[in-house]
């Protein structure tokens, strides 16, 4: 390939910088343990991600801790870490990501009006002062440094260009433009791009990147049009998770770019085929279920029921599918496991839904899969995934459900008769309660004592008809802590428990882990 073909290649290549870990962790009840996280780095850097932004270093130990041990296990995508502007923020961040082979930091400080008044407390001068102290400091310490303007869309644009100029001449090799709050729309985000990669003097030496916020619904269609005013970045959140309404989805904006490459014509280096499995993970350790009509990895993506639909399905799938649910690793959905069916077409089938399981957790998790065949007639790939989820999320919890009975009915009060195994040892309990539901929760306070107040209780079936699993989340707040717990059964009230259970576990081994020294802080963007 010629040079000139090259430098085209590279013009027209867009980097994908995975947030979810930084700003998706920041949506409430949604933090992620040590392990989920380096389970999650390795999905990413499989699904060939540019760029991880791993965390927040001086948020918390814990939080340090994982961009550390993310960096030592990440070899291909850099591993980035968040700084505010300040010197000790900025210190603990290089030293997170110094085992990387590719490190980066990330480094911001809010430009707009409203955040320079309210927020900063500081004059536009000072602001500018502090982005070239912050950004050469970050220089110093890592060749590779982000900066962002928090609240860039809101900010005037004279004084935006100024800032980039600032974060340019400092050593900033990408500049993020983010759209904190979620209130630009598609036209004017292009814009501002065309303006500063046209007038800020330095600009054609840095990548610019989008960064936007759902507050909106046009978090995705302001990042492609972005990349259409000159973004060579994007930033992304696995299933949109994020503050708030959340952030533009890594898996909409991959396919826009791969589908509509006739009027986006940029590419990316992301293995679509990995999307699917990436974000049942995050929905599963987070407890965000994905809603069905979700574009490109609900449950309904693919799902034709129309009979018309159907009819042109079978004559030719283009007729109603832009694109194939192989393109993401979802597969068709079918119906082609049953209780006849054996071990080695279990494994198949889970690496077909994007699981790779070692032994141990193959063979339990065939045996669960042997149980439900039993209870159900149709055992369809929805229930795989519930039922591998449930295992994953579950396997290692301190406190287990072991036996559960209830008493139901329109004669009161219902009652609940409860076995749990806490560390091994079984507690028992029985209670009453306005309702099953209530019952269950009660004894699980009954043998398992907290102060922690239910937030969340959701119920949805897996599939259809009355033998369907049941998946329940719960939410739990206990001390500003927030945890979220998911389970999956055909029993709704064992679903129920099992959730409740593990919301606790969660709660728990967050207080565990809490550093009574942490510095608790979350980034605006």
Request: charged residues 25%.
């Amino acid at each position: 390939m010629s040079t000139e073909n090259n430098t085209a290649a590279e013009r027209d290549r867009v980097i994908v910088f995975d947030t979810t870990m930084r700003d998706g962790e920041q949506s409430p009840g949604a933090s992620m343990s040590l392990d989920e996280k380096l389970e999650l780095a390795k999905i990413l850097e499989e699904m060939r991600v540019d760029v991880i932004e791993a965390g927040f270093p001086i948020a918390s130990n814990g939080d340090f801790e994982a961009v550390r041990q993310i960096a030592e296990i990440v070899s291909e995508s850099v591993v980035c870490g968040l700084a505010r502007a300040a010197p000790g923020d900025i210190e603990r961040c290089a030293e997170a990501i110094r085992p990387a082979k590719r490190g980066r930091i990330h480094t911001f400080l809010s430009t707009s009006p409203v955040h320079m008044k309210y927020k900063l407390q500081m004059e536009p001068e000072a602001v500018l002062e502090a982005v070239t102290r912050s950004v050469s400091l970050a220089r110093n310490l890592c060749d590779d440094v982000e900066w962002s303007a928090e609240d860039a869309t809101r900010t005037e644009r004279d004084f935006l260009r100024r800032c980039v100029e600032a974060a340019i001449r400092a050593g900033a090799k990408t500049i993020n433009i983010p759209d904190t709050v979620g209130y630009t729309y598609p036209t004017e985000y292009a814009d501002i791009f065309r303006d500063l990669i046209e007038n800020v003097p330095g600009a054609d030496g840095a990548i610019f990147s989008t960064h936007c916020h759902n507050d909106l619904g046009l978090a995705v269609a302001n990042s492609l049009a972005g990349v259409q005013g000159g973004a060579r970045q994007v930033e992304v959140a696995i299933n949109g998770i994020g503050e708030r309404a959340g952030n533009a989805a890594l898996e909409e904006i991959v396919m826009a770019l791969k589908v509509r490459g006739d009027r986006l014509p940029y590419q990316t280096g992301v293995d679509t085929t990995h999307i699917t499995r990436a974000s049942r993970y995050v929905s599963a350790i987070t407890g965000f279920p994905v809603q069905f009509n979700k574009a490109i990895v609900g449950k309904n993506a693919f799902a034709h029921e129309s009979g018309i639909h159907q009819d042109g399905m079978l004559k030719h799938r283009g007729t109603y599918e832009i694109m194939t649910p192989e393109d993401v690793g979802q597969g068709s959905t079918n119906l082609v496991m049953g209780k006849h069916s054996g071990r080695h077409a279990f494994r198949e089938k889970l690496k077909e839904l994007g699981y790779e399981l070692g032994q141990n957790a193959l063979n339990e998790a065939f045996q669960r899969f042997k149980d439900l065949a039993d209870k159900k007639k149709h055992v369809y790939d929805d229930d795989l995934v519930a039922l591998v989820d449930d295992a994953l999320a579950h396997g290692t919890d301190r406190i287990q459900v072991k036996h559960l009975r209830v008493v139901a009915g329109t004669d009161g009060p219902q009652e609940a008769d409860l076995t749990v195994t806490v560390d091994g040892e079984e507690r028992a309990a029985k209670a009453t309660g306005d309702g099953p539901v209530d019952a269950v929760f009660n004894a699980i306070h009954e043998v398992v004592p907290h102060t922690a107040v239910l937030r969340l209780f959701q119920v949805h079936a897996v599939t259809e008809g009355t033998d369907a699993q049941a998946q329940v989340s719960v939410r739990l707040e206990e001390d500003g802590r927030i945890a979220t717990g998911q389970a999956a059964d055909t029993d709704t009230l064992t679903a129920s428990a099992k959730a409740y259970v593990n919301a606790l576990n969660n709660l728990f081994a967050r207080k565990e882990k809490s550093a009574p020294d942490a510095t608790k802080v979350a980034s605006g963007f």
